[in-house]
């Protein structure tokens, strides 16, 4: 096990538990306790996590890992969502990406896709996520518009009046939307105000809303919303939704794919 990978693993041991103590951390992760220790004063140099006498504690009340730790979470089911929706997208569309881990994986596998190597532009991508943005960049196919704002660096998305200013401008095909929930009856919704008005307008200016989220994002509630269910046309999630919810997202006018 890689340092990154066991940082991954208590960091994901943290928010499961509320709380770490070294001992049985390191028979968890079948380490040394001078290890545990030594990793947990690194996370806490970084502000990932804060120590205690005997182990750690989250960073905050509201604990969100920043996204690079999330990238490893589910990431099968994140692989085939993301090839399922850049799927949908047609040559020469006017896309628009939020912040997330599946929607990374959305710029990835758009940028693998081989009819869109080539354009003038095969793809114009707007998005408010920085490490989209600086992924797609350098595919000169790619017309890529970012939206200004403030960054977050828990999500690396940008937020604020500028991000919101640019995107009442546009107009665009296909929003895809990274949700951190998503509910037949409350909507799509995240967990911070600033990241949900940013979605919300982005929705507003889009033809086609696709929503990308594994089933453990879906029939439930995050504190902000970004738009209510019938605003959402495709449901792209893994075959873990159970098929009631599933029938509850059709009922409410959502196409519902699961892969």
Request: proline letters at 5%; a neutral charge; hydrophobic letters at 45%.
């Amino acid at each position: 096990m890689t340092r990154k990978e066991r940082w991954q693993r208590l960091l994901d041991l943290l928010v499961e538990r509320g709380g770490l103590e070294v001992e049985p951390a390191a028979e968890v992760l079948g380490v040394s306790a001078a290890t545990i220790r030594r990793d947990l004063d690194q996370l806490a140099e970084q502000q990932l996590l804060v120590r205690t006498r005997g182990g750690a504690v989250p960073h905050g009340v509201s604990y969100e890992l920043p996204l690079r730790y999330r990238t490893s979470r589910r990431a099968a089911e994140k692989q085939r969502i993301s090839e399922t929706v850049a799927a949908l997208i047609v040559p020469g569309e006017v896309i628009g990406l939020t912040g997330g881990t599946t929607t990374t994986e959305v710029a990835r596998a758009l940028a693998a896709r081989p009819d869109l190597a080539t354009g003038s532009p095969a793809l114009t991508v707007v998005t408010n996520a920085l490490n989209i943005a600086g992924e797609l960049v350098i595919r000169p196919q790619f017309k890529i518009v970012v939206s200004g704002g403030v960054a977050r660096p828990q999500s690396y998305e940008l937020t604020g009046p500028l991000a919101q200013q640019t995107l009442g401008r546009l107009t665009v095909d296909t929003a895809v939307l990274g949700v951190d929930a998503f509910d037949p009856t409350d909507g799509a919704a995240t967990r911070h105000e600033d990241e949900a008005a940013v979605n919300s307008l982005l929705c507003e200016r889009a033809r086609r809303v696709v929503v990308a989220a594994d089933s453990s994002k879906l029939g439930v509630r995050a504190f902000a919303r970004i738009c209510p269910t019938a605003a959402v046309d495709v449901l792209v999630t893994d075959t873990g939704l159970p098929a009631e919810v599933a029938a509850e997202f059709e009922a409410a006018g959502v196409q519902v794919v699961r892969v």
